[in-house]
Nanobody, 127 residues
């Protein structure tokens, strides 16, 4: 059973930084794609960033490009999201997601593209 556990998040001021991490509970051999999504109350879950575990190729939502950086640590089975230049509109619950079914691609941005999810961690950015 795959488990994803997010840590990090919390409260930051606009312009500040926060880091999120996601621990993956099983070996990453044959892991295809991981991603970060976020969701605010009453809105659909939104793609933030995705990564190909093998090649480390990444893609980002336009809203976070040049501010957020996603990375992975193969040895520790960890996924990271460094968030800089935070804005109040970045306030959301952030989720990491994993999919083994199909390889990573830059178009893999829908929640339906990912099979496993973490429980989420709150990020709040004050103005």
């Amino acid at each position: 059973q795959v488990q994803l556990v997010e840590t990090g998040g919390g409260l930051a001021k606009a312009g500040g930084s926060l880091g999120l991490s996601c621990a993956v509970s099983r070996p990453t051999f044959n892991t295809y794609a991981l991603a970060w999504f976020r969701q605010t109350p009453g809105k659909a879950r939104e793609f933030v960033a995705g990564i190909d575990w093998t090649s480390s190729q990444t893609n980002y939502a336009d809203s976070v490009k040049d501010r957020f950086t996603m990375s992975r640590d193969n040895a520790k089975n960890m996924l990271h999201l460094q968030m800089n230049g935070l804005k109040p509109e970045d306030t959301a619950v952030y989720y990491c997601a994993l999919d083994y079914r199909r390889p990573w691609s830059s178009g893999k941005t829908s929640p339906a593209d990912y099979e496993y999810w973490g429980q989420g961690t709150q990020v709040t950015v004050s103005s």
